[in-house]
């Protein structure tokens, strides 16, 4: 059965036995990918690489993953020496990530039995830190999710708990140890997602094992899914004949993907939508940005100056010249949105031109290169800027119009684009319905929040929430620049 995979053994460590391993199969495109380690299990007196780990691993990579199997110390090897093994595979899979083709924010452990017991060992964080090694030992023990199988959480529950694998992993010191590893009672604020499935009919480990880690995951507001089947006794791995149980692989996916957020690159992406903000906002910088940055999100980010008394009135909400270096340093597009924002359809055309060039100036002055992007202040499309913004460079400009942008019809000195304000989520999630192909929605944010403007105000939960939404569901989110063909 697995003759024909070709996979290779990495020793944990230089200078301990091969046999204790990381065994990787190699990836079979180009393409990175979450990781899934495979942790067998075997009431820590042995490792079932047979039934619990091979057939996990080939079912785990034909679902997209690029995968691993760990094989730990076991019995008469005791605690913490197959948590540092764990320990020690998580870190060799972020250390090597690029090489691997590895997502290092995507990595999940699947474990069965104790093999789930371990795992929740590193989910929860109470392996004791190891000696640093080498440079793999500094990369974050924690994976990003797991996955529990009829897993061991209780040693110390009187009618629950499995002490055969408790007695195997604490030898004489199960007095001392089994209530930090009855591991309901070590979940905490930053332990990660988990799902979890068992079946009823489980009298080596009883399902109240599951129950009890997800009570404590729902206490401390963690997200986990719990899957409790009818019948099966313990063991049932891939649920093999069993039509109900054999589908939690897939839905271990779908909670990776929807609720975790891991992405595979075979997932369609739902649209493009443009991210643009408005007014030059201090918080743009302080909450904004570090959002969009964690999801890989491009933006761009208007500048303007408003007037000498605003500027000087609310100079602690507004930019500073250093900070929109700082969006430009980041990668963000930096554009022109007019010095002091006044209605341009009201302005002589030498008007105008002085409020396109001294924002230009401002930012040169900045570092920042001179933009080539534009938004009419205050909305309106102002026909008669349009000659001056061509003859300064200017390729794109934006307004206001509540529809989405279609690049080969509209004009692209007239681009519309969807205010959000307000906290209206109704209007984000309909502007997404827009997103088709040839249908760009332009969104267009003001301060998160916006003290000095409440009237276009986007609170930092709501913004919090649209940004995850974008990446859970595949949205491409780039800045108005890089809609230029060509
Ligand atoms: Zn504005």
């Known amino acids: 059965m697995t003759t024909s995979k070709s996979f290779e053994d990495i020793p944990l460590r230089a200078d301990d036995l091969p046999e204790y391993r990381l065994t990787r199969y190699l990836p079979q495109d180009d393409a990175v990918r979450p990781a899934m380690l495979v942790v067998p299990g075997g009431g820590y007196n042995s490792v079932c690489m047979a039934t619990e780990g091979w057939p996990i691993a080939d079912r785990f990579q034909a679902l997209g993953f690029q995968v691993f199997i760990l094989t730990y110390h ?23 990530a690029k090489s691997w083709q590895v997502n290092p924010d995507n990595v999940a452990l699947v474990g069965f039995s104790a093999g789930g017991h371990l795992c929740a060992c590193a989910a929860t964080g109470v392996i004791p830190p190891c000696t640093v090694q080498d440079e793999a030992d500094s990369c974050d023990d924690r ?49 990660c997602p988990a799902f979890l499935w068992h079946t009823l009919e489980d009298t080596v480990v009883p399902w109240q094992n599951s129950l009890l880690y997800a009570e404590a995951m729902a206490k ?16 049932m791995t891939l649920g093999y004949g069993r039509q109900d149980i054999a589908q939690w692989p897939e839905l271990a996916k779908t909670f990776l993907r929807v609720t975790c957020g891991f992405r595979f690159p075979e997932e369609r992406s739902r649209g493009t939508i443009a991210l643009t903000f408005d007014d030059a906002v201090a918080n743009h910088l302080t909450y904004v940005a570090p959002i969009l940055e964690k999801y890989g999100f491009g933006a761009t980010f208007f500048i303007t100056r408003f007037n000498d008394e605003w500027r000087a009135e609310h100079s602690d909400t507004l930019l500073t010249a250093a900070q929109i270096r700082e969006l430009h340093d980041c990668g963000f597009e930096i554009a022109n949105h007019s010095w002091s924002h006044p209605d ?22 900045a570092g920042i290169p001179a933009p080539t992007t534009f938004a009419y202040p205050g909305g309106p499309f102002a026909e008669n800027a349009v000659p001056l913004l061509k003859q300064a460079g200017f390729t794109l400009a934006r307004s206001v119009e509540h529809r989405p942008w279609a690049p080969a019809t509209d004009d692209p000195m007239n681009i519309p684009a969807i205010p959000l304000q307000n906290g209206k989520d109704g209007d984000f999630y309909r502007a997404l319905m827009q997103a088709s192909e040839g249908r760009i929605p332009v969104l267009v944010f003001h301060g998160v929040p916006d003290t000095v403007h409440p009237w276009v105000d986007t609170p930092p939960e709501n913004f919090a929430q649209y940004m995850k939404y974008l990446h859970d569901n595949n949205y491409k989110v780039v800045a108005l620049r890089d809609l230029v063909s060509g």
């Open 220 to 235: 401390h507001h963690i997200p986990c899914e719990l899957h409790l089947y009818p019948s099966g006794p313990h063991g």
């Open 143 to 191: 994976p990003n999710a797991v996955l529990l199988a009829y897993a061991v959480i209780s040693f110390n529950s009187l009618s629950y708990a499995h002490i055969g694998s408790a007695k195997n992993l604490l030898g004489d010191r199960f007095e001392e140890f089994k209530n930090i590893l009855s591991l309901q009672n070590s979940v905490n604020e930053s332990s």
């Open 344 to 365: 341009l359809r009201k302005l002589s055309q030498e008007e105008i031109q002085q409020e396109i060039t001294r924002l230009q100036e401002f930012l040169t002055e």
């Open 74 to 96: 076991v019995n008469p090897h005791h605690f913490p020496q197959p948590q540092h093994d764990l320990q020690r595979a998580i870190r060799l899979i972020r250390h090597n």
